[in-house]
Nanobody, 122 residues
């Protein structure tokens, strides 16, 4: 499966953005999709994922919402109340995670898309 992430940009603190992750190729409605981010000088970290239920990092819970449109093979990440510390390159990944740990870790995914840059100004 090929993944295309989009929707990044520059936004002021408190603003919103919606990221999209479009899948093509050998897609499956049973696969899970995760969003990860990497800020400059930091390690990649889990943001959110959706399998049969959503998962969120504590740092984004109640601000970000992940959703899926199966008809469009697209997963969305709605990001509200953005903070400067949300600035990072956001990447999406697809796979078949079978546990919560896998859903929230890179090990649960075998297809990765390129990143989209989100910059939040203070």
């Amino acid at each position: 499966v090929q993944l295309q992430a989009s929707g990044g940009g520059l936004v002021q603190a408190g603003g919103s953005l919606r990221l999209s992750c479009a899948a093509s190729g050998r897609t499956s409605r049973s696969y899970g999709t995760g969003w990860f981010r990497q800020a400059p000088g930091k390690e990649r970290e889990f943001v959110a994922a959706i399998t049969w239920r959503p998962y969120y990092a504590d740092s984004v819970k109640d601000r970000f919402t992940i959703s899926r449109d199966n008809a469009k093979n697209t997963v969305y990440l709605q990001m509200n109340s953005l903070k400067p510390e949300d600035t990072a390159v956001y990447s999406c990944a697809a796979g078949f995670p079978t546990t919560a740990a896998q859903a929230m870790g890179a090990m649960g995914y075998d297809s990765w898309g390129q990143g989209t840059l989100v910059t939040v100004s203070s």
